[in-house]
Nanobody, 115 residues
């Protein structure tokens, strides 16, 4: 079964923007942290951004000022607005959500930043 579904990835030129969206199934509840991670070939997995149920946010240093994470608790969703994208942002982005039972990750959506 798929618990998290990401959308919004694609190809964009440097300096462009994309908005990633993640919808968690309604069977998931008591969601704590929600966020986005990424991994590019040959690179370490990174936690890009996370947000608490109360709206507190944390970002990877390299994306601060460019990415904005938000969530809608009523909809069990989390979004990532990515502005001023750089080639080094190219990666598969994964939605992540923490629950009292376990953590979940989506299947991932490809973001490619290239001219």
């Amino acid at each position: 079964q798929v618990e998290l579904v990401e959308s919004g990835g694609g190809l964009v030129q440097p300096g462009g923007s994309l908005r990633l969206s993640c919808a968690a199934r309604r069977t998931l509840f008591d969601l704590g942290w929600m966020g986005w991670t990424r991994q590019a070939p040959g690179k370490q997995h990174e936690y890009v951004a996370r947000i608490t149920a109360g709206g507190e946010t944390h970002y990877l240093d390299s994306v601060k000022g460019r990415f904005t994470i938000s969530r809608d608790n009523a909809k069990n969703s989390v979004d990532l607005q990515m502005n001023n994208l750089k080639p080094e942002d190219t990666a598969v982005y994964y939605c992540w959500v923490n629950t009292p039972v376990r953590d979940y990750w989506g299947k991932g959506t490809q973001v490619t930043v290239s001219s």
